[in-house]
C-alpha cells in the first residue's frame, strides 16, 4: 500500500480508494522537460514513463490518451479508429479544465470531469509503469494491470517515434 508521504492529491485519492498498489517517484521538475526529464531524473527507461495527454476531437470533446514516453500518438490513426474525423491535443487552458490538473502535472486517475481513456496497448506488457500523480514533480509506479483495472481504458496501436 502506499506509504504516507504521498502528495495528497485527487490521483492518489482514487488509487488509494481502489486499493492500488503503488510506489512514490518525486523528482526535480522542468518546465517544458517531459518525459525525457523524469526518467532521467528517476533512472527509468523513458519507455515505461506514460505520459496523459488530454486531447479533442472534431466536436470539441475531450478524451484521454496515455502514451509510452518515447513516443507520440498518430492522431490520425486514433481518430479513425474511435470514429471520428480528426483528433487533436487541447489548449493548456482546456486540458486543466477538463482534467483538473496543471499541465505537466495531470494524471488519469482523480479528473475533475469523466472523459473516455484510450491507452497504447503494449503498454500493457510493460512490468512496471510510471504515470503522473496528480502534481508536476510526481509520478507514482504500478503494475499497467492496475491501471487498466482502474480506468478500463480501450487499447490502441497509435504510437509513433518521435
Avoid: W
Amino acid at each position: 500500500m502506499a506509504k504516507e508521504k504521498s502528495p495528497v492529491t485527487a490521483a492518489v485519492r482514487v488509487l488509494r480508494a481502489e486499493k492500488v498498489e503503488f510506489s512514490d517517484h518525486p523528482y526535480s521538475y522542468e518546465e517544458k522537460g517531459g518525459t525525457e526529464v523524469s526518467s532521467r531524473e528517476l533512472g527509468v527507461d523513458e519507455h515505461a514513463v506514460i505520459k496523459t495527454l488530454i486531447m479533442e476531437d472534431d466536436r470539441r470533446k475531450p478524451l484521454i490518451v496515455l502514451m509510452h514516453g518515447d513516443l507520440q500518438v498518430s492522431t490520425k490513426e486514433l481518430a479513425r479508429l474511435i470514429g471520428v474525423k480528426q483528433v487533436s491535443p487541447c489548449s493548456a487552458d482546456m486540458a486543466q479544465k477538463q482534467s483538473g490538473f496543471l499541465v505537466g502535472g495531470t494524471s488519469p486517475f482523480g479528473t475533475r470531469h469523466l472523459m473516455p481513456v484510450y491507452m497504447e496497448e503494449s503498454i500493457s506488457g510493460l512490468p512496471k509503469i510510471y504515470i503522473n500523480g496528480g502534481k508536476r514533480g510526481y509520478l507514482v509506479g504500478m503494475a499497467p494491470s492496475e491501471l487498466i483495472r482502474v480506468l478500463k481504458p480501450r487499447l490502441v496501436t497509435v504510437g509513433i517515434k518521435r
